[in-house]
């Protein structure tokens, strides 16, 4: 993967029963589906909770 410094990384997320997420510049490439309870446990802990 190439990175350059002035690059932004941005996804985006849509909560529910299943949490899909995906690359806000590449929405063509798919997305990833996560189960909302597996979802939750690593929001909280990037919240610190």
């Known amino acids: 993967m190439h990175k350059h ?13 299943v949490t899909g ?6 929405r063509e490439q798919g997305r990833l589906d ?3 309870v597996e979802w939750a446990a690593p929001v909280s ?3 610190g909770r």
């Open 5 to 17: 410094r002035s690059a932004v990384y941005c996804v985006e997320v849509a909560e529910g029963a």
């Open 21 to 26: 997420v995906r690359d806000t510049r590449d």
């Open 34 to 36: 996560v189960p909302a």
């Open 45 to 47: 802990a990037v919240r």
